[in-house]
């Protein structure tokens, strides 16, 4: 482990590191170009109302009946959930105490992949410690004061909505003007010129400010494992509570939210501790920060991935043994499946193949793809893993709506379009090495399927 004083860095903002030829134009687009930027950037928030309108108790059930949908949206009780400005100013203080907790928790210092400039970014990784203190304090909380005292995320969950939604729009705002200092290294498809397009997408790959260059915040990765992942679980935990709430003084809470609450709480603390995992994926390594990254770790995973949760608060569902068996079943199986590949991949990466058992290919530029194992079935096995544990999240909620089977459906279009991009960006980096390991390992996720 690496430690800031002893390691010498090369910031992003260090002036002299970076030239006119590092920050290459960007000639070609993603999502569409400025149409699809703009596209999914309105799409993105209207879906997380749209998420509420179509499931909740103020619009009438999951889904409502069709014809009360106009009166609810001008009822005031609708509108007025929207927008708190308390409730916006206890969202800040959420990221302030996230904050608060990344600059003095402890943690080992771990660097980064090389950057384009020759340099490399240190990361502080103590989100699992972070994330422990918050289960710690709300559990505290809630068994001293009971479930009443943490419905506060249930009670104001469209307001809170909004105000990720606001800061997410801010920080991405912040980020792009910022992204014109110099010295600043340019994510090499975020520079294209067209203002939408470099907002959304993300025009600096590292966005950085003095005070956080001199302290090694890094804010791409704080976002990602932080203020919305940890709320994620938070929401669910509220939501639980919500429904003790409903189910009266002593009540336990239904199987399938005990489920939901276990399943979602396993995924984010083992992300959490595996927090230095996210170092290699495309999202730090190549991606620039811009709203739809802002957009995606502040709003739409903590608010969007506990739609089951916050279901079963208003729709208490008991699932029986044998489901539960079934539910469980899937999850754990997704769950190894998710982990060993992942864990295979990251050891090969850091140049550990304990066993020796797998086997790998060659390539010219140096580093070698793993053709055995997991990761000689497919060539995204850890997808594969994340879509068995998404369905049996939504299979929690039994078969009584759609609606909450829509983070399936989202699910296999993000990771399927996730999969063209990286094959993209994997064709680009090995050349015809690519080629030829594609030819070995043939089926994109799921073997013999896609
Ligand atoms: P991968 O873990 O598949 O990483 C792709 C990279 O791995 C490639 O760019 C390449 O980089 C390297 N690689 C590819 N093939 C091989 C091989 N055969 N041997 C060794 N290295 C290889 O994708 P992601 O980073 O997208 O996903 C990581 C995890 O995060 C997944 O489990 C995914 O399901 C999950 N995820 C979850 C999301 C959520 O919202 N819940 C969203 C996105 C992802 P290089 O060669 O340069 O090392």
Redesign the pocket.
Known sequence: MASPAKVKTLTTSDPHAVTEALNPKTTKFEFAGPIGALGVSVVTPVTLYLLHLGCSEISGGCPPPLLSLPSTLQSSRWLNAMWDTNVFLVYLGWYAYCLLCWRVIPGDWVEGTVLRNGGKKLYKMNGFACGLLTLGLVVGIILHHGPLSFTYIYDHYLALVSASIVFAFFQACAVYALSFRKGALLALGGNSGNVLYDWFIGRELNPSFPWADSINFDLKTFNEVRPGLILWLLNDISCMCEQMVRRGRHAWPTDSMILINLFQGLYVVESLWNEKNIL???DI?SDGFGFMLAIGDLAW?PFSYALQARYLAFTPRELGWVQSAIVFALNFAGYYI?RVS?TD?DN??HGKNPKNNLK?MKTARG?????SGW?GLS??P??W??WMMALAWCMTTGFHTPITYFYIVF?VV??TH?AMR?DE??RN??GDDWDK?KKI?KWRIIPYIY
């Not at 580093?367 to 053709?371: A, N, R, V």
């Open positions: 290699t994926q495309m390594t995973v998710f992942n991949k090969f990466r790998s580093t070698e793809l793993i053709t990761w060539r995204h850890n997808y893993g994340d699910f993000l990771l996730r990286d960006a994997c980096k090995y390991y390992v």
